[in-house]
């Protein structure tokens, strides 16, 4: 995957990771331009090739009255307004296939969750709009079996393509990491670490899901130090408050140390190449 090929991506640096972060979901106009505003000043500082994420809908959760978004067409102009804004791209998942052509006016990576990434149709039709698309590695799923995945983007004629490992299920309500698959990805893609849903901690009884957002910065590490090509993070200036995922999030304060020590570290990696 050329990052070059993403519009607007700044810092096209292949010595330095790149980042996917944001919200979990779009809750309003203001709340997305103010996390995009101190992301993307941290990320210019530390010369991060960065692309904002935020779901334009929750279309994936445990209970019938959790939050699922403001609208999607009012959530996407919303996505549309921070690449404009700011000048970077900007990435939100899809679940639909109706969804692939939507988002694709908006949007410049459509994400395929980890919950649909076998699903044949919605991948194709992602891939037919020629946005770059990431394919999230199902909780379910082995690393080898994501060359499928990505042969479905590929063959329908769309060599924009990257890997995220958002982790696996362990038991019932716990995730982890099996480093061991980032470099056999990296066979078929470029791999992004998902750092904040690889700490989720998934069917609680009380239908929210939980976390280890004090593992962030653990977990980053090892994704940094196992060779990871970006890193995706999920941040908000107050998690308590965010109307999805919450319990998994890295607080906007802490970001830019933890950004400043993982290119510390991607320095150190490379220079032991």
Do not use: W
């Not at 990052?3 to 810092?11: E, G, R, S, T």
């Not at 709009?129 to 004629?157: C, D, R, Y």
């Not at 906007?252 to 150190?268: F, Q, Y």
Request: proline share 4%.
């Amino acid at each position: 995957m050329d990052l070059a090929l993403i519009p607007n991506i700044k810092h096209t640096d292949s010595n330095n990771f790149f980042l996917l972060a944001g919200p979990c979901s779009i809750e309003g106009e203001d709340m997305a331009l103010r996390i995009a505003d101190k992301i993307v000043t941290v990320t210019d500082k530390l010369q991060i090739p960065y692309i904002f994420k935020g779901s334009f809908k929750k279309a994936n959760r445990s209970r019938v009255d959790s939050f699922t978004g403001i609208g999607d067409e009012k959530a996407l102009k919303v996505l549309r307004k921070v690449s404009e804004t700011f000048n970077v791209p900007t990435v939100t998942d899809i679940h639909e296939v109706s969804d692939a052509t939507l988002a694709a006016e908006y949007v410049d990576v459509l994400q395929i969750p980890a919950f649909l990434v076998r699903q044949t149709d919605l991948v194709v039709a992602a891939a037919k709009t020629g946005k770059t698309v990431n394919l999230k590695k199902g909780q379910f799923m082995s690393p080898e079996s994501m060359q499928h995945a990505v042969t479905k983007v590929t063959g329908s004629g769309n060599e924009q393509v990257i890997l995220t490992d958002r982790g696996t299920m362990f038991g019932y309500q716990d995730m982890v990491v099996d480093f061991r698959g980032i470099p056999t990805m990296k066979h078929y893609a470029p791999v992004v670490l998902d750092v904040t849903h690889s700490l989720q901690q998934p069917n609680q009884s009380s239908g929210v899901t939980g976390g280890r957002p004090d593992m962030i910065e653990t977990m980053a590490r090892a994704g940094i130090a196992t060779g990871v090509d970006g890193i995706f993070i999920e941040t908000h200036f107050d998690p308590s408050i965010a109307k999805s995922d919450g319990a998994n999030m890295l607080h906007l304060n802490h970001l830019e140390k933890l950004l400043t020590n993982l290119v510390a570290l991607r320095k150190t990696v490379n220079h032991l190449k």
